[in-house]
């Protein structure tokens, strides 16, 4: 998912102080869920009434118990009006309690042990707060009926387990209006008519994946089909609009096929749809195999200073089908192994489309954007987010999951090496996939990958936060033919922000006889390095490689010492 109005980087905030506790890999807070059962399907069928804005509903959850003496389900189900729980297939009657905390506890009809599994089947009207929007027509688009689940907005419409780290195959039977077009995860299975006058569509997800992903998309749409490549692609949007949505979306496929080089895995999914909806809170949101964009980001293609903004938000979603799709974050404080990556391959697509320069400018851009609101931020944390508790504050931090997440897998990068680099998202990918991640387990390949231990690395830019600020100080002796440069950092150290960071920097010393480059590795609070030069130096030039753009840099004017 991708923040709504890009253009618009920042907005001012109140610096309060806030006491953070002090913590280690080794003792970080369990944000994990825990739960007894692992769901195997969710069989979904939804039916309207858009005057209402009410829905009805019957899921059927086809589980199975991760302990013996089994009797209990408890599944998130919040303001749903539930008249009957069965068991399936029998269709008996099961007791259930619906209770203040938007649970649903269903008394079974016996004890179940690990090696069976179950069905239930709930039955349920709502009229939903969230997970599902209604939208009024308006002379640019039909009426429409959407869904958002990122992070836990599924229950207002489905009951599930409502969590990242549970994964399973989803299947929707949806009944609109005759007129209306239907845009769903998975396979369309076809549609049929109905005797009201209605349609009913039928959708089926084979590959497990989490609830947040579930979606559906209902309205009026014109719809462009892409053939190029092995990947089945459709753009969905407004009729009259085809234009726009054809050049916003043309670069897909070459995207597919950019990331599929990159990682070494193919698009994991069979097919892709891209569907432009009205009033929706965010960019875009990486909806398994069907991306829902807000339909003004897309619309912003044309005009020049929009393009590259577009290209990024389409590139961003569709880098999730590998990272936060195939594999997905455990918890919400690993957010970031969603949404840094999917950050991060908005720039090596840049990278590979349009040359290093643009690659680098967006990871300078990434980097000004986490670095100008950390300064005023009251909400500091690292990209381990000590507060995913919060789940309704988890995408007010962009700046630090986005921007921070995808400008620290530029310095990995840059760190182990290119090859290593993508060796080591090949084989992340690779070990856990259709699975769920963690930052440890990114560290595993990576290290397996370059053969170098990484924990400080993940230690000061993924556990920690801030970033180092230095002030340099070079001081040029002519008697000595050397230039002497003190390099202190100034970052305020408190139970996050380490006193001294670990990084490599290179410093290009401009003389009349040329370039001199010395590479160094900053490793204390305070450092003094000496380089000879075979004349005076006339400019000092730091990290013009940009290997470690997440700094910011006070450089004094070299001083002349006999």
């Known amino acids: 998912m991708k923040q709504i109005n890009l253009r618009y980087l920042f907005t001012a905030a109140v610096i309060l102080t806030a006491a953070i506790l002090s913590y280690s890999q080794s003792s970080l807070p369990n944000f994990d869920r825990p739960h007894d059962f692992d769901a195997k399907h969710y069989l979904i069928n939804t039916t309207f009434d858009q005057k209402s ?35 399936e297939p029998s269709g008996n009657t099961l007791n259930y309690v619906t209770k203040a905390n938007g649970t649903v506890s269903i008394q079974l009809d016996r004890t179940y042990s690990t090696t069976e599994t179950l069905s239930i089947r709930l039955v349920y009207t709502a009229s939903p707060k969230k997970g599902i929007y209604f939208v009024e027509a308006d002379e ?14 599924a229950r207002h419409w489905f009951p599930s387990f409502d969590f990242p780290s549970d994964k399973a195959t989803t299947e929707q039977i949806l009944t609109v209006d005759k007129n209306q077009t239907v845009i769903a995860n998975g396979d369309f299975l076809g549609k049929k008519d109905e005797s009201n006058g209605k349609v009913t569509w039928h959708f089926k997800m084979p590959v497990p994946h989490s609830v947040y992903l579930v979606s559906f998309i209902v309205g009026e749409y ?22 726009i949505a054809r050049a916003a979306f043309d670069r897909t496929a070459d995207m597919i096929a950019t990331f599929e080089r990159l990682t070494g895995v193919k698009f994991p999914f069979n097919k892709y749809d891209q569907t432009v909806v009205a009033n929706f809170q965010f960019g875009g949101m990486e909806n398994i195999t069907a991306t829902t964009y807000a339909d003004q980001e897309i619309f912003f293609y044309d005009t020049d200073f929009g393009k590259p903004l577009v290209t990024d938000l389409v590139s961003h979603e569709l880098a999730h089908s590998w990272f936060g799709n195939l594999v997905t974050c455990n918890n919400w404080a690993e957010l970031w192994l969603n949404e840094g990556f999917a950050t991060f391959m908005e720039a090596a697509y840049r990278e590979a489309a349009f040359g290093r320069e643009n690659y680098i400018a967006k990871i300078r851009s990434d980097a000004g954007s986490f670095l100008m609101k950390d300064i005023v931020t009251n909400r500091r944390h690292g990209l381990y987010n000590l507060r995913a508790g919060e789940v309704e504050k988890l995408f007010d931090d962009s700046s630090v999951t986005y921007s921070k997440g995808g400008v620290v897998l530029h310095m990995l990068r840059e760190e182990i090496g290119n090859e290593a680099f993508w060796n080591g998202v090949n084989l992340y990918l690779n070990r856990h996939r259709l699975g769920n991640v963690r930052t440890t387990d990114l560290i595993s390949a990576m290290e397996q990958a370059s053969g170098k231990k990484l924990d400080w690395f993940f230690d000061q ?8 600020r230095i002030t340099i100080v070079p001081t040029y002796s002519a008697k000595n033919q050397s230039l002497t440069v003190s390099i202190a950092q100034t970052q305020k150290e408190d139970a996050i922000v380490p006193a001294a960071f670990r990084f490599p920097l290179s410093l290009a010393i401009k003389t009349s006889k040329g370039v001199i480059r010395k590479d160094v590795n900053i490793t204390k609070r305070s450092e003094l390095f000496s380089v000879k030069l075979p004349a005076r130096p006339v400019t000092l030039e730091v990290d013009d490689d940009m290997k470690v753009p997440l700094k910011t840099v006070k450089l004094q004017k070299i001083k002349q010492v006999k």
């Open 222 to 243: 014109s719809r462009i089909d892409d053939t190029r490549g092995p990947v089945p692609m459709a753009f969905y949007t407004y009729p009259g609009r085809e234009t």
């Open 461 to 468: 830019w993924v556990f920690k936060s801030g970033a180092p």
């Open 53 to 87: 804005k009410s829905i009805t509903g019957e899921t059927t959850v086809t589980l199975q118990p991760t302990k013996n003496d089994f009797n209990v389900v408890n599944l998130d189900a919040v303001g749903l009006k539930i008249s009957r729980v069965t068991i």
């Open 140 to 153: 640019d688009h039909s009426a429409q009926i959407w869904t958002q689940g990122e992070p836990d907005e």
